[in-house]
């Protein structure tokens, strides 16, 4: 897949309209279209990844970044106090239907383990 191809790519790149609440250098996160809970966020970089699988040493920075948005988001949201989950899906059988590395921030209700 090429950055052309790929929906999150051309979000990060502001070619494709999407609601997004946090935006950096290397970093942009927006509202889910199909929310699980009342905050569902999705942090992405800009840069393409496939998923968690192809990060490499050099994305120690870029993953900083992407935990310190989630973070930030969380307090602005209002759920930093209740609680609230960051996950990231790597391949089909774990439920990954867009192949970008994207991270779930998701919040506002009672969560159970294990998900689904």
Do not use: Y
Not at 20 to 28: E, K, Q, T
Not at 33 to 62: F, Y
Not at 89 to 94: E, H, Y
């Amino acid at each position: 897949m090429t950055a052309s191809d790929c929906s999150f790519c051309r979000i990060g790149a502001r070619e494709l309209a999407a609601d997004i609440v946090h935006a950096s250098d290397h970093v942009v996160a927006f509202r889910d279209i199909n929310p699980q809970a009342p905050v569902h966020i999705l942090l992405i970089p800009k840069d393409h990844i496939e998923s968690a699988a192809d990060i490499a040493d050099e994305h120690g920075d870029l993953l900083a970044d992407l935990i310190q948005a989630a973070a930030h988001l969380a307090r602005a949201e209002g759920v930093h106090q209740t609680g609230w989950r960051l996950v990231t899906n790597v391949g089909s059988d774990a439920g990954q239907s867009v192949r970008h590395l994207h991270f779930h921030l998701l919040g506002g209700r009672a969560m159970g383990w294990p998900p689904g």
